[in-house]
């Protein structure tokens, strides 16, 4: 498979230190709008004519579209904010790859919606594009799938809930993953599904509750924001009702809040001193990048999918979850926990459509495919997952 990874950073990163050696990849090309960036990911991997290193405007389809054909690409993978995603897409699609992505664009909904709409098109030529590939959504969805065929014969509420217990040393505020992409989750509306309603929302960080995490995290309040989840789950899985829950601590709740207080999440461009600049640009420059964070933290990171219903008429309540400690990505790979966590999940999903395992034509989401493959090859990734019941 020839791979063009468009983005290298934190997760871009991630994904290039974990796909580079498979025997599944003939070539891999770094693209990104920071070109002394992928020369210096490129460096990391070694000299190797599997790599190639492109400057890429991931505005710019027509050169996304170029890139593609002069190497022969089979499938795009997007690493880059969300914000990009119909551009990339549609230039995957008229360079005949399929295509990988990690979050959806639009809100509410409605997320994914100009993706979906073009299933018909997708699947009359052929060409596999996989939404929310990723670890939340993607791992987390297939975590759903795999309850529903193995751990339950009817299913009440499948509830994606993520903690952390990570802390990162000189800094008060200092996101893990993108800002940008940070900001759109906790600042729209957090979407709620049931079978009796539909979608709905509710108020940013509400219904906090209390949630014990595995791997020694311990209880951590979480509270409802906007994620894929609600979106692609019901679409696949029957259930009554679908939530997403994130624990994200009080400091980190205030600081967001006064964020959009004072304007500073907008993307409205306004003119300082004669330059025009977007606020949630200024503020993304201000703080530190993500990739450069991993030697300053510590601690570990969960995702995982709560599952409630009932198996042979008994009630049940199952927790499946991935955790990653810093130390251990920090030390065997070189990359910061949540960038590494996030980034090695896509590269699962490559194998599997590389050699034929996953297989399928259109836009479909993760839950479309067997789980089975998927978990299997988890451990082989050095990427464990955990399985445990749990009580009221």
Known sequence: MKVLLIGVGAVGEAIAITAHDKPWLEKLVLADANLERAQQV????????????EAIDARDGRRIAELAQQYDIDLVMNAVTNFFNNTIFDAAFAS???????????????????????????????????????VDPGVSNIFACYAH???????DEIGIRDGAALEVEGHDFAPAFSILDTLEECTDLPL??????GWFTLPPFSEPELFHFPEGIGEIECVHIEHEEVVMIPRYIPCRRVTFKYGLGETFIRTIQVIQMLGMHSDQVISVKGVQVAPRDVLAACLPDPASL?????GKTCVGTWVSGWKDTIPRQVYLYQSTDNQHSMQKYGCQAVGWQTGVAPVIAMQL??????????????????PEPYLALMPQYDYP????????
């Open 294 to 298: 991993g030697d300053k933290m510590s």
């Open 42 to 53: 490129a460096a990391r991997l070694g000299q190797s004519p599997r790599l190639a290193v």
């Open 149 to 155: 065929k193995h751990l339950f014969d009817e299913i």
């Open 96 to 134: 005949g790859c399929h295509y990988l992505d990690m979050a959806m664009s639009d809100i509410g909904e409605h997320m994914g919606s100009y993706q979906f709409s073009r299933h018909a098109q997708w699947q009359q030529a052929g060409l596999l594009a996989i939404l929310g590939m990723g």
């Open 192 to 197: 709620v599904w049931e079978r009796e309603r």
């Open 385 to 392: 997952y955990g399985i445990i019941e749990m009580t009221e």
């Open 353 to 370: 459509i590389a050699e034929g395992t996953w297989r399928g034509k259109g836009v479909l989401c993760p839950e479309a495919f067997e």
